[in-house]
């Protein structure tokens, strides 16, 4: 190494040799880059900025890399990936300091340790300065969609004209919508866990559909459009199993079909429907409305819903766990029986004193309609209020 702070391989000045070859080098970093850009320029800069390095040992300061952070923020416009920035960077290291080694003398060890160090060092530097840069880009980015998505979202819910908001948000408005309302049970926990939670279902949403999905997402629930071409309810139904396992907690989802012009109606039977599965103790799970067309109905005040109601009144706990066990499975009285934990001629003794205190037979076809909506009406009665109100 020589006695100054000046780099020496080969017998001659190492900033001369990083001069002369820097057209030759911008070129073969530009060639290996991981992808198609204009980039001579940038990879020019990185090269003097480079060469200040290995001529005066000293780092570049956080000013000095202003042109890093906007380069990535530009890259961060045009959609490339981070890792293909970062890796650039890298490449252009690798490049110099195989150029530098093949002019190395026996006796230029020292020098060459010194210049690995110091090519550490600036990737150090660069990388924090392409990570900053990167990010800040990306959050505004992601803070102009949101705003726009947001923005066609409330279009949508209040029914507005909702073109001029896709045409903001850069989205094409779809054939249908499939608006759903979900629920989430037990959903208590931390501020953190709620965010963990928030994030998870966001990323099983987000991978739907290739189409921007839309949502409003609080601590219990929310509302969600999933824009898609036809109505494939099955799909939708692996969607929302996904949610539930992907949340850890109970996902109860009412979900209508709808063109864009009729969201905002949807979206109040959505969360009707899904108020009505609540209220009723369904599985988790996806309900439409014509998986509850009898209890729905009863939702709807009048003197028949607790008229039926009172026609199980005369029954006790026991006796109405055997009506509810044997309408469940069938009219399967082994099922029931297996259900209820107890022999299958105790499920017939019950069900004839049922039919003794209340006038209605389980086993008679024309009585199962009347049973089926005392059950309903009973549900609705002493289960949680429909919610209308709007999410938050």
């Not at 980015?141 to 045409?167: K, N, S, Y």
């Not at 139904?237 to 969201?263: C, D, I, M, Y």
């Not at 205190?357 to 009406?377: S, V």
Request: aromatic share 4%.
């Amino acid at each position: 190494m020589s006695g100054d702070k000046s780099l020496v391989l080969g017998g001659r000045a190492l900033s001369d040799r990083l001069i002369t070859a820097m057209p030759a080098l911008t070129r073969e970093i530009v060639a290996a880059l991981p992808f198609d850009s204009d980039a001579a320029r940038t990879v020019q800069k990185a090269l003097r900025s480079f060469c200040r390095v290995l001529t005066t040992r000293a780092q570049p300061t956080e000013n000095e890399l202003a042109w890093v952070r906007e380069s990535a923020a530009r890259r961060a416009e045009e959609g490339l990936p981070i890792e293909a920035v970062l890796t650039a960077y890298h490449v252009g290291a690798s490049v110099c300091t195989q150029a530098l080694q093949r002019e190395a003398d026996p006796a230029d060890i020292a020098d060459l340790l010194t210049i690995q160090q110091l090519v550490l060092g600036f990737l150090q530097r660069v990388t924090a300065a392409v990570a900053a840069g990167y990010f800040e880009q990306r959050r505004t980015m992601l803070g102009d969609e949101h705003g726009a998505r947001q923005a066609l979202l409330t279009a949508l819910l209040d029914g507005q004209p909702a073109g001029p908001a896709a045409e903001r948000a850069g989205i094409r408005l779809p054939a249908w919508y499939v608006v759903v309302h979900l629920s989430l049970g037990d959903a208590a926990g931390s501020s953190i866990a709620a965010r963990r939670r928030w994030r998870r279902l966001r990323v099983e949403l987000e991978h739907a559909t290739t189409e921007p999905v839309l949502s409003m997402l609080s601590g219990d629930g929310g509302i969600v459009l999933i824009p898609v071409s036809t109505l494939d309810w099955d799909r939708v139904g692996r969607l929302v199993e996904r949610l539930n396992a992907a949340s850890g907690v109970r996902v109860l989802a009412g979900a209508v079909g709808t063109e864009p012009a009729g969201v905002a109606a949807a979206a109040v039977l959505a969360r009707e429907v899904v108020g009505v599965a609540r209220a009723v103790g369904r599985e988790p799970g996806l309900y439409r409305l014509d998986d509850l067309l009898v209890e729905y109905q009863l939702t709807r005040p009048s003197a028949a819903r607790a008229r039926l109601a009172e026609l199980l009144d005369p029954i006790d706990a026991d006796l109405l766990a055997t009506l509810r066990a044997y309408v469940e499975t069938g009219l399967n009285r082994q099922r029931a029986a297996r259900l209820l934990h107890v022999h299958p001629n105790t499920v017939d003794y019950r069900l004839r004193k049922i039919a003794i205190h209340t006038g209605l037979d389980a086993t008679r076809a024309a009585d199962l309609p009347r049973i089926a909506a005392a059950l309903a009406a009973r549900d609705i009665g002493s289960g949680a209020s429909v919610s209308t109100q709007t999410p938050n």
